[in-house]
């Protein structure tokens, strides 16, 4: 049996708020999964930079700024599966989560440019999960742009269970009065966290239907090579 890493990325730049406990929600179910071994890995209290376009990364392979997107990075590609969690901030993804990915394909694309090669596919299987203030208070653009993002990178994202009504994603809320600023609120979100259930329990289903697949045809030979070389920051050099 393959063993395979479902990594849960927190956008939040509030520790262990709403969406912390979504995505942790969905990691549990997930880890039921045989072969599944499942991370969290929350973006509040790093410094990700956002890009400004300079392109120095296309001649040198190596960003400008020295802040912590390459462990980011690095756990992304360490991953098979990723479930995505972002809180609504005016109507979509806050700054440091909007700069990670930003950043992540400018970093990348110059190495396999100068292999004259496409970057690789990926074919991580990704759910995404998003917390508003109220019901509908821009869950839907948010979960978008995380969805767009991961097909951009070559991935393939799944939706949870339609009757929880996580038929793109997760759209859960936070907006219990008198506190909603509360960080636990979004538990009492019945649809949310089944939603979060179903979705994290897919994604790992698929993950390891994607790492078996790939096993095999690339055991007989059959796997074209865009979907096995997965070269990390470690050798992206000038050639």
Known sequence: ??????????GSPRREANTYLLVKTALEE????PGAEVEIYEMAGKKINHCIGCHKCAKTLRCVFKDDLMEYME?????DGIIW???????????????AIDRLPNM????????????????????VITVGAHRNGG????????????????NIVISGMTLAGAYIGVAGHSGQMPDFLAKDNVLQDDWAILG???TGKRVAEMTKIVAEGKAVLKSNGELPQEYI????PEKWTPE
Do not use: W
């Not at 049996?1 to 927190?10: A, H, N, Q, R």
């Not at 969690?85 to 700069?99: C, Q, R």
């Not at 110059?110 to 596919?121: H, S």
């Open 1 to 10: 049996m393959e063993k395979f890493k479902i990594l849960g990325l927190v």
């Open 30 to 33: 997930a880890a039921t999964v």
């Open 75 to 79: 756990k992304y590609l360490a991953a």
């Open 85 to 99: 969690g972002s809180p609504v901030y005016h109507m979509g993804l806050p700054s440091l989560m909007k700069a």
């Open 108 to 127: 990348m694309e110059p190495f396999y440019l100068r292999k004259g090669t496409d970057k690789p596919r990926y074919s991580k299987v990704c759910g």
């Open 139 to 154: 869950q839907e653009l948010t979960l978008s742009q995380m969805i767009n993002s991961c097909l951009l990178m070559n």
């Open 196 to 198: 979060a259930k179903t």
């Open 229 to 232: 070389y997965r070269e990390g």
